[in-house]
């Protein structure tokens, strides 16, 4: 496919990284190299990121309190294996809410245990959530939970067959 149809994910990203929006942090490649030494393992101390990166441990030290200071490292964590917990059901529910009461509706959602994300959405619903379950019944309750609360009216449910990738670790 040639011309103008093609779609280029280099462009994509180069168009998103030269964009003029004044609430994201610059950060330079060194900030970059860090956060991927982060990423790849947050076990690693400063001076371990230091010696991978041939800079000095003062300056990883400095760099990660900057990006802990303007949220760009909100925490640190542990990437887990939810099959092997036994959450052998990963599910993707749209919700319709009515009367202006989105933001309510997903404060209350957004704090059960089993829910990963909460995310308005543009289109025929309103916010999509991305949960996990050990057992069909628990889903089941879930569901049923929320088309029992004010103001969701409709759900729709897709279970998640097969997970092809699940990383959220980009820069």
Do not use: W
């Amino acid at each position: 496919m040639k011309g103008k149809n093609k779609i280029n994910f280099t462009d994509i990203h180069n168009f998103d990284k030269n964009s003029k929006n004044i609430e994201h942090m610059y950060i330079d490649n060194l900030d970059k190299k860090i956060l991927n030494e982060i990423l790849n393992d947050s076990r690693l101390s400063y001076r371990q990121i230091a010696k991978k990166l041939k800079i000095s441990t003062g300056t990883v030290l400095n760099r990660i309190k900057q990006l802990q200071n303007n949220n760009i490292i909100k925490y640190y964590t542990t990437i887990l294996d939810h099959e092997k917990l036994g959450y052998d059901l990963s599910v993707i529910i749209e919700i319709k809410v009515s009367k202006g009461k989105l933001i309510d509706i997903e404060k209350i959602i957004s704090k059960h245990p089993n829910v990963c994300a909460v995310y308005d959405t543009t289109g025929l619903n309103d916010a999509f959530i991305i949960a996990k379950f050990k057992t069909k019944n628990q889903l089941n309750a879930f569901v049923k939970g929320l088309l029992e609360m004010e103001f969701v009216e409709r759900t729709n449910t897709h279970l998640i067959l097969n997970t092809i990738k699940e990383d959220f670790r980009i820069i």
